[in-house]
């Protein structure tokens, strides 16, 4: 399989070009030159199939010969190597939980089989790679737990001082060994332009072998198919297609989604759920497509007002808005409505939804009013517990800290402050 660039001014290019990139030299996302198609016996198959197994069968065409059969193996394995259960909330509302991983959120899941992948890449490498990223929260913790201890990548982490929450904090600055944390004195725009300007700076590029771990990476957007198919591997509906309620950023996850929907997956509709940043929203209720800034809400991983997967749902559908809303709606939800949802369901069922899922339940809770007989799940794509300033205030709950992450809560917190101007992140590279 070759990857082709959207902005259609670059060479096609083989999976571990478009991993190693990330982005094509004309700026444009990379984007597969066909899709697989999945046989009704492999459909019918996920059931029964073990998950590496059926990992293993959706990804070896997208990497093609640029991994061998038992290392991609492995890393499908190591990829999922923790629970994904579809859990029932309410007669026809289940929830994928995708919080069970390192960091508590779905981004575990593209960062882990992303350096899984980069690190195999890397062992061809002669100098070692570094992975530049920046993060407002999520990404950061996921990258870093993603990329831990992999050998000859070694990881720089920017995160605006002050503005993680607590439990994001320790995940990025705890690790150690090849995990670099720099705790940036200004906000998450500073710590973005100085990472942008880190990869346009030939001196420093010529003498480093940079990489981004960015999520429009090939390698990060396409696995997230997998979870699609546990979902379906659970759902207790056979003979009745999911509506499947994904809530939106970047639009990377559902994007995913669609694909393995393209690629035979049983779905009876998707529903991109936004916060107020309702680009999406708009333009499927037949406005123009206009860009803004994004406005800061209770769901902050999903305050994104230029979403860069987009052109990727734009490019499956030829372009077709007419075909593309036959399978997909979006919706806009405000902070209000994601808090009263948050505590109406704690109250009625006893599930507690972070702000994120909570949206993918509203959402979903209205479609299904409006379309009665139908069932559906959301993702719940981060755990309450990262955003206890807000759920623990609306429900008056105190959310236990899980197991696993009990240890990182209580390690030492080792981070490097640096000023938030570019010459202070170049300073500390070239020392690098
Ligand atoms: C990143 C993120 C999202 C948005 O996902 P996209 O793929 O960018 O649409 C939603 N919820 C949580 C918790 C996230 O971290």
């Not at 904090?169 to 944390?181: C, D, M, P, V």
């Not at 007002?305 to 809303?325: A, C, K, V």
């Amino acid at each position: 399989m070759k990857y082709y660039s959207l902005q259609h001014n670059s060479p096609n290019v083989d999976f571990k070009t478009a991993t190693i990139l990330g982005q094509a030299p004309d700026k444009g996302l990379y984007f597969p030159d066909e899709i697989p198609q999945w046989s009704k016996e492999f459909i019918e198959s996920i059931q029964s199939l073990p998950i590496e197994e059926m990992a293993y069968r959706v990804m070896a065409p997208y990497v093609g010969d640029t991994i061998p059969e038992s290392v991609l193996r492995k890393i499908v394995s190591e990829t999922l190597s923790f629970d994904i259960p579809l859990v029932r909330v309410t007669e026809d509302i289940y929830s994928l939980e995708l919080f069970h991983g390192p960091t508590l959120a779905f981004k575990d899941v593209g960062a882990r089989f992303m350096s899984r992948c980069l690190g195999y890449f890397a062992r061809e490498q002669k100098e070692q790679v570094v992975v530049l990223v920046a993060t407002s929260g999520d990404t950061g913790g996921a990258v870093a737990h993603g990329f831990y201890d992999v050998p000859g990548v070694e990881v720089v982490i920017l995160y605006p001082s002050g503005k993680v929450s607590p439990v994001q904090e320790k995940q990025l600055t705890t690790l150690g060994k090849n995990i670099h944390a720099l705790e940036v004195q200004g906000n998450f725009d500073d710590c973005q332009r100085m990472v942008k300007t880190a990869f346009a700076d030939d001196y420093l590029t010529q003498r480093i072998f940079l990489t981004s771990a960015n999520s429009i990476n090939v390698a990060r957007w396409l696995p997230q198919q997998l979870y699609y198919l546990l979902a379906w591997k659970q759902w207790p509906f056979k003979n009745q297609k999911p509506v499947i309620s994904v809530p939106s950023g970047n639009f990377g996850n559902i994007c995913a989604g669609l694909i393995a929907s393209r690629s035979g997956l049983p779905v009876e509709h998707f529903i991109a759920a936004c916060n107020v940043n309702d680009v999406v929203p708009r333009f499927l209720q037949g406005e123009e497509y206009s860009p803004r800034r994004a406005l800061a809400t209770l769901s902050n991983a999903m305050d994104v007002g230029d979403p860069s997967n987009f052109t990727r749902i734009l490019e499956l559908f030829d372009q077709s808005l007419t075909d593309l809303t036959k399978i997909l709606s979006s919706v806009s939800i405000t902070d209000s409505e994601t808090e009263e949802t948050i505590l109406r369901i704690f109250k009625e069922t006893g599930y507690l939804l972070d702000p994120h899922g909570a949206i993918g339940y509203l959402a979903l809770e209205e479609y299904l009013r409006e379309h009665p007989g139908k069932k559906g799940f959301f993702l719940e794509t981060a755990h309450p517990v990262k955003f206890p300033e807000s759920v623990e205030r609306i429900t008056g709950y105190k959310i236990p800290v899980p197991e696993h992450v009990k240890p990182i809560m209580m390690a030492e917190k080792k981070a490097t402050f640096i000023h938030g101007d570019y010459e202070s992140l170049k300073k500390y590279l070239e020392n690098f």
